[in-house]
């Protein structure tokens, strides 16, 4: 029986019959019981006839909106077709438009890469008439491949030629050639002011089996089943000459109440919608519409009569994602005077697993030349290197455009470096502009708006569907809070509560992504692993990388031979036995020169967790215990492996043992912790090394040394590594013009690298020192003249650091040791005979015996 429980609300089902099979969405329903029932809902009698349900309130509005759009416009799906081709055409730009130029372009540009893009498009520029299309590399199809985050370099970079042939620019992105109108309130380079600035989806658009689609919910909705707002997913059942049928979705994720279409998916995946609650799914980078590309194959024959054209086709990588025979229309021969530009990014796919969401450029370390080498291979004949899904979506990338062009990168490190910082700060940009858009499109979606959105500048991550719905739902809970209910009952949001709501999302992700949560379930068999646990540091919180030192080029190199290899890949050092990983690592050195930065680093380039051991954690225990928390220490070490059990100061724990003043618990600590050292195996399951460090190598006990087989001087850097530390220093600081790091480096011989942190730290409060005397002036002048006090400066005030100031703080700031001091001399002595590239020479004994 079903039944209406109140006009225009839910409708129920009740199963009253004894004998009878009721099936809702997959799930027997019971003799007697009551169930709400929403659009979409699929309902099965006796076995035999199978049903969907449609709300009768929905059934009203969506027939009167269809024959109205049927009185109004016999031909709707033309006509949408004519819009967006009309959209194409008025959003070429002119060369006149364009202010970029190939002179002046503001990212760093290669000579080679220049005059190859002239080469392809000069030749179709010019009064040829000889058929060019069999040569690949004059191909007026052609791929423009650069590194991640490059999407506004390579528009920018097309601008810029269109400028220099004066010819004119058609962009086209997923929105275009996903069916949807060019308008530039929809897409993601003019990011709307306002949520009324973006229009709703029209109720009137025709989906075909095979489109993909997002949920954008409806304004019936009366319960919370069915897919949330956000959810995509691909149209495998519809019924195009009935506009009155629901569609059958396949959604990515399981529905609240999905079924599987009678089969046609899997279950909980599918459900039915109307057309008025999708909307094309635009933002995920699917497949083209085949009609939109054959409509933007029309613009360009129509435009190139007019003159020279270039057609920038963005993210190619995502719109051909598999050959379809709809992509026939573009190898057709193009009209004279077309150039058509596939946008592509590179990715390392390794690199995305190790830092998700980080922007990737290739290091100068490895070689430009290999770089290039990689991108051909992967462009070309290394294709097989990959999975098979971008194997086959490379290949047809190829197959569609031949001409392949490849964004040089600089050879010069300052270079490289400015360029990353450009490319990292376009990616926030198009984040910020994404997550704008995504949050109009909520709000929108559920009759809200909000001036002022660009307000909002969210560039750290792409928000999810989930996070739009938690910010505007704190957004909306604080805005009520401080505001009447509005009398209209229509929603105006004021983007402070909207950044309040942000506010909230940040610091609920701050509290889930600790990473304690992730040791959290390591088993510990007594209180002492409990203790050794809590300290334990993650790789991802140790918050220092080789980048962040400074010099040191041949120290780092030796620690990723016998550190982060083997902690990396186990495999290669599994064979034999003279290949087994060191189990011990010495650093020693003069103080400050970075030993114990160098120790942070490699735990997190090698991914493992941070345990550091101190002489006061351990000699804090009771008599007895201290032992106990030792050997804790390593055998915690094997099940969190990989793990880097650091020392610092590891003379003060591992002296030399047999001095009259030795304890005797101080030496059964040493032994057990040599004990337990020793009983190591470094086997893939338990991949753990000891690291030390001290700056009086000459006090370890000899079984310590004999266990550290590997021991590595940080001296003092030279005049080269100190300029290469004062570039990392200052890396984010604001540096005047005359500033010459060399010329310092040159005059702070035998500084450490912690005496030049100082220095710096020292220089930089020049500029505030600065302001605070002219304040200081200014309140004095005023007052002696009766003037009000004038208002104090600001932080944009403060003057960049210049070389005055790092003088200044030469004067201030001295080496803490000198070169040729007793300490230092010992250093270079022992390392002469212990260390690693040591002249193996003993002192000469200056007596006879």
């Known amino acids: 029986m079903l039944r209406r429980l109140q006009q225009g609300g839910p409708c129920e089902l009740e199963a009253t019959g004894q004998n009878g099979l009721v099936v809702l969405n997959e799930k027997r329903i019971s003799p007697g019981d009551k169930v709400s029932l929403i659009g979409g809902d699929e309902v099965i009698f006796g076995a035999k006839h199978a049903y969907i ?71 179709h520029f010019g009064k040829f008439g000889i058929p060019l299309s069999k040569i690949a590399s004059l191909n007026q199809r052609i791929l423009l491949s650069g590194p991640s985050g490059s999407e506004i370099y390579q528009e920018t970079l097309i601008k810029a030629l269109a400028k220099h042939y004066k010819a004119r620019l058609l962009i086209a992105d997923s929105l275009t050639l996903g069916g949807q109108s060019s ?89 039915y919608c109307h ?24 613009v360009i024959s129509e435009e190139s009569k007019s003159g020279n054209l270039i057609v920038l086709l963005k993210d190619v990588q995502k719109l051909f994602t598999e050959c379809r025979e709809s992509h026939a229309s573009l190898r057709s021969e193009l009209p ?4 058509i530009i596939g946008s592509h990014t590179q990715t390392d796919s390794r690199n995305d697993q190790l830092h998700p969401g980080r922007l990737h450029v290739p290091r100068l370390s490895s070689g430009n030349q290999t770089l290039l080498n990689t991108t051909q291979e992967f462009l070309g004949t290394g294709l097989h290197e990959t999975n098979r899904s971008a194997t086959k979506s490379m290949e047809h990338l190829n197959d569609l455009f031949p001409n392949k062009i490849i964004i040089e990168l600089p050879q ?10 450009q490319l990292e700060r376009d990616t926030e940009t198009l984040k910020a502009k994404a997550n704008v858009l995504n949050i109009h499109k909520f709000l929108t979606s559920r009759g809200i708006e909000c001036n002022d959105l660009q307000e909002l500048s969210i560039k750290a991550q792409i928000l999810t569907n989930e996070s739009v719905d938690k910010i505007v739902g704190h957004a909306i809970s604080h805005h009520i809070q401080h505001n009447k209910p509005p009398s209209d009952g229509k929603m105006i949001l004021p983007i402070k509560s909207l950044k309040h709501g942000f506010s909230m999302l940040q610091n609920t992700h701050r509290g889930s992504k600790s990473s304690k949560n992730i040791l959290k379930d390591v088993v510990t068999e007594n209180k002492f692993e409990q203790t050794v646990l809590s300290n334990v540091i993650s790789p991802n919180e140790t918050g220092v990388t080789f980048e962040d030192i400074g010099a040191l080029d041949n120290v780092k190199e030796t620690l990723r031979e016998l550190v982060m290899l083997p902690l990396q890949r186990p495999e290669l050092f599994s064979k ?9 690592i010495l650093l020693f050195g003069p103080p400050g020169t ?59 724990l591992l002296a030399k043992r047999g001095s009259q003043v030795e304890h005797e618990a101080m030496r059964k600590i040493k032994n057990e912790f040599m004990v337990n050292w020793d009983g190591l195996r470094t086997k893939q399951q338990e991949r753990v090394l000891v690291l030390g460090a001290t700056n009086r190598p000459h006090d370890l006990d000899e079984a310590v040394i004999r266990r550290f087989p590997r021991r590595i001087m940080v001296s003092l850097p030279d005049a080269l590594n100190r300029e290469k530390i004062l570039k990392v220093i200052l890396s984010k600081e604001t540096l005047a013009p005359d500033v010459d790091l060399r010329s310092v480096a040159n005059m702070t011989e035998g500084y450490s690298g912690s005496d030049l942190k100082n220095l710096c730290i020292t220089a930089a409060h020049g500029p505030i020192r600065e302001i605070f005397e002219k304040e200081k002036k200014e309140k004095s002048l005023a007052i002696a003249e009766g003037k009000p006090e004038p208002p104090l400066y600001g932080g944009e005030d403060v003057r960049p650091l210049g070389m005055v100031h790092l003088k200044f703080a030469l004067d201030q700031v001295g080496a803490s040791l ?32």
């Not at 109205?68 to 730009?93: F, H």
Request: net charge negative; charged share 25%.
């Open 53 to 123: 349900f449609q709300h009768p309130l929905r059934d009203t509005e969506v027939t009167k909106a269809v024959l109205n759009s049927a009185d109004n416009s016999a031909d709707t799906e033309p006509s949408r077709w004519i819009t967006l081709k009309d959209g194409m055409k008025r959003g070429i730009l002119n060369s006149n438009d364009i202010d970029v130029t190939l002179d002046n372009f503001p990212y760093y540009l290669s000579e080679i890469t220049k005059k190859i893009l002239l080469s392809s498009a000069s030749i």
């Open 336 to 339: 004279p005077g077309v150039l």
């Open 412 to 421: 010069n490190e300052a270079q490289l470096s400015n360029l990353k910082k």
């Open 818 to 849: 000198s070169p040729d001091s007793v300490t230092m001399n010992q250093i270079v002595q022992w390392n002469n005979e212990f260390g690693d590239g040591g002249s193996r020479k003993k002192e000469t004994l200056t007596y006879i015996i």
């Open 275 to 298: 057309a008025d609650e999708l909307r094309p799914d635009s933002f995920a980078g699917e497949e083209v519409d085949s009609v939109a590309l054959g409509k933007l194959i029309e």
């Open 183 to 271: 308008s530039k309130d929809a897409r993601m380079d003019d990011a709307p002011c306002s949520s009324r600035d973006i229009e709703g989806p029209s109720n009137l658009n025709t989906f075909r089996e095979g489109d993909r689609v997002e949920y954008t919910g409806s304004a019936f909705k009366l319960t919370q089943r069915g897919p949330a707002y956000g959810s995509r997913g691909k149209v495998v059942l519809a019924f195009e000459n009935n506009q009155l049928s629901k569609l059958g979705v396949r959604f990515n994720n399981p529905i609240t109440y999905g079924n599987n279409l009678g089969g046609l998916c899997e279950g909980n995946h599918g459900f």
């Open 576 to 584: 034999g036995q003279l290949r087994k990983p060191v189990k011990g």
């Open 594 to 652: 970075g030993k114990t930065m160098l120790a942070k680093a490699v735990a997190t380039e090698a991914g493992a967790n941070f345990i550091n051991v101190s002489i006061s954690s351990i000699m804090s225990k009771c008599l007895g215990e201290a032992e106990k928390y030792v050997k804790a220490i390593f055998s915690l070490a094997s099940k969190i492996s990989p793990a880097v059990i650091f020392v610092d100061e590891v003379d003060s």
